[in-house]
Structures are given as structure tokens and as C-alpha cells.
């Protein structure tokens, strides 16, 4: 298991921008492939951009974030990141890191076994 700290989250207007960080705990952050989700009140929990292991060479994104949000990641600082671009009042939602020791885990929640615990985003209109 890793620990894992998300911070960056607050309250932006429609059409700004975020980045949000999330910090893990082990060394061996490079051998983890990581993933961002979110979950918007009354809402499941959804898949927002994927990263792989390594070099990050392999990326993916949700439908509704392609071309605005970018996901990296630094293994020097042990933090992948989600940058968010022309935010929209619908991406409001408590914002998710998530962890496994693979090389690419994929858009199902269920294929990740740490999680961070949460940042809050507020798009207003």
C-alpha cells in the first residue's frame, strides 16, 4: 500500500484553471501506475485520466476532460498531478488520486487499491 495526499483544490470561476497534486509516500512511487477520479454530489465515482508506471508513456482521459485536463507525473518528487484547464461548473466534485503496483491500471476504480483521500473543486458559474 502507498499513502497518498491530494492538495490543490478550492473554488475557481467557470473557465479558469487548477492543478492539483498528489503526493505518495513510497520510494518505489515509479513503479506505480496512478489515476485521478472524482465524485460530484449524488453522483458515483468516476474515472477522470489515467497515467502509467515509469515514464508515464501511456496516458487516457474521460470523454468529458479530453483536451482540457492533463495528467503527469514527477518520480523525483514522488507526485502525479492533474492539470485542469477551462474549468466548467460540472466538473465540481471531490477529486481523487489513486495507486497500484502495475504499470497501467486503467479507468475502473476497482483496479487501483490505494486512495488518497480527497480534494475539493468548485467550479462557479
Known amino acids: 500500500q502507498v499513502q497518498l495526499v491530494e492538495s490543490g483544490g478550492g473554488l475557481v470561476q467557470a473557465g479558469g484553471s487548477l492543478r492539483l497534486s498528489c503526493a505518495a509516500s513510497k520510494r518505489t512511487f515509479s513503479n506505480y501506475a496512478m489515476g485521478w477520479f472524482r465524485q460530484a454530489p449524488g453522483k458515483e465515482r468516476e474515472f477522470v485520466a489515467a497515467i502509467s508506471r515509469s515514464g508515464g508513456g501511456r496516458t487516457s482521459y474521460a470523454d468529458s476532460v479530453k483536451g482540457r485536463f492533463t495528467i503527469s507525473r514527477d518520480n523525483a518528487k514522488n507526485t502525479v498531478y492533474l492539470r485542469m484547464n477551462s474549468l466548467k461548473p460540472e466538473d465540481t466534485a471531490v477529486y481523487y488520486c489513486?495507486?497500484?503496483?502495475?504499470?497501467?491500471?486503467?479507468?475502473?476504480?476497482?483496479?487501483?487499491?490505494?486512495w488518497g483521500q480527497g480534494t475539493q473543486v468548485t467550479v462557479s458559474s
Open positions: 489513486a495507486a497500484k503496483e502495475t504499470y497501467y491500471s486503467g479507468t475502473y476504480a476497482d483496479g487501483y487499491t490505494s
